[in-house]
């Protein structure tokens, strides 16, 4: 009757290891999307193109990431195209568009201050 003890203390010590060991390093690499990012028409170009962005952010988000990177102005335009072609809606998010859009496991997005496609 004491090993019955032993094994259920066993299993629970085991359980505890299991909560308590960090995420892999495969698991933190999916939760952030490498996104290229790259100017068109009129647009400053950014010095670093490639960024890793969390999956969970929203279109919205980097758009004011590049305007700050950019030092641009709340009055200065800024539009995102995705494949050269189409505006994503700023609460998208970056996740759900790498699933339908994403190649070679990065998204490439194109910025500029005017309108270009779409």
């Not at 102005?73 to 998010?93: G, I, K, M, R």
Request: proline share 5%; net charge neutral; hydrophobic share 30%.
């Amino acid at each position: 009757m004491s090993d019955d003890g032993n094994e259920s203390r066993d299993s629970k010590n085991t359980e505890t290891e299991e909560k308590s060991t960090p995420a892999s390093p495969s698991h933190v690499a999916e939760t952030k999307i490498d996104v290229l990012l790259k100017p068109a028409g009129d647009a400053p170009i950014m010095k670093k193109k490639k960024w890793a962005v969390d999956r969970n952010k929203r279109i919205g988000w980097v758009g004011e990431f590049i305007k700050k990177y950019l030092k641009l102005t709340a009055q200065d335009s800024l539009f995102l195209y995705v494949n050269q072609s189409f505006a994503p809606t700023p609460d998208t998010e970056i996740g759900s568009i790498f699933d339908c859009f994403g190649s070679d496991g990065k998204l490439v997005l194109h910025y500029c201050k005017t309108q270009a496609w779409g």
